[in-house]
């Protein structure tokens, strides 16, 4: 039989050597677990019962209170650190977040998407800022910042990776100057874009450019000329993306660029300033621009429902909704009830709306 288009087999019969080799191993981690629970426990902090818990956790990084565990070592280890430590030298302290963070390289590259491992691994670089001097503390985050990027080269689309990278972005502009922290906004913005370049689909990269363009704005003291020439730009590449109209990540993306045109949003957007004629002149040119990517793609949702939203937009400003429009809102509505059938109560109750 099949499932999904994919053909099931049956699982191959296990030998009994195999299945004792099996039971074996299940003997030997129940065993590794109970010796790590009583150490921890008996509040046996030496560096064997680190050892144990590394070998735990490369069988299993999912088993989150086994990370607690490590924490409360780490702790104790921190903490005899910081006696033999002075104001000459920080190095043991220095040794122990380095060779842990080195530890967790091989489980990220194993499992890039536990979460247990980078908060672990969060926990470690925050003790770092906390426990080493600055220059110390930044160069460790800096050396973070490098790792982070080859892990997205790997996986592009690891969310995990993503939202960490911002993290270790922020941390970076804290620990830097002030030309320092607008230099890195720049620079990531720069980065996001390079990576919606080499796949348009990386959801991950449309989202982080989202959350820089602001930020970007504001560190910079743009004018609204300079906003409006942003907001210009992002258009313009969101129409070179749409070369591909059933890629959904891109429409998420044009769907924010919307918010913008927005009366009761616009004010928290990268151009608030822009007057009632300019917004209605962009959704118009909009609806346009969407129409033409329909020719040819008449049974993707995903233009209609674009459709839609400029145009209920254009009554938004405007404060009504003319009757052509609303006809023409219909006749799309008519086309996604079809097309996303799953869907079709919804799109009936907004039809109930207009």
Known sequence: MASHGVRRFKPVEKTPEERQQEL????DYRSLE???????????????????ISELLNRNPEYYTIWNYRRQVMRHHFSEAADTAN?????????LIKNDLMFLIPLLRSFPKCYWIWNYRMWLLDEARRMLPLPEAHQIWQEEFALVGKMLTLDSRNFHGWGYRRVVVETLKQLGSLDEATGITQKEF???????GANL???????????????????QSATDNERRKMLDDELSLIHQALIDPYDQSVWFYHQNLLCVFDPTVADRTMAPNLSTSERLQYLRQEIDNVQEIL?????CKYIYQALIECTVLVSKVTGHLSPE??????????????????????????????
């Open 201 to 219: 689909s990386n959801f991950s990269a449309w989202h982080y450019r989202t959350k820089l363009i602001q930020r970007l704005l504001d560190e």
């Open 34 to 52: 109970h010796l790590v629970s009583d150490k921890v426990a008996e509040h046996d902090y030496s560096s064997d019962t680190l050892t144990k």
């Open 190 to 196: 720069e980065y996001a874009k390079k990576m919606i």
């Open 295 to 299: 020719d040819g793609a008449e049974d």
């Open 24 to 27: 074996q191993k299940i003997e």
């Open 325 to 354: 429009d609303r006809d023409q809102i219909l006749s799309w509505l008519s086309e996604l009830k079809q097309l996303d059938s799953l869907r079709e109560q919804r799109w009936l109750d907004f039809e109930r709306t207009l």
């Open 87 to 95: 104001e000459d030298t920080i190095q043991p302290i220095l040794s």
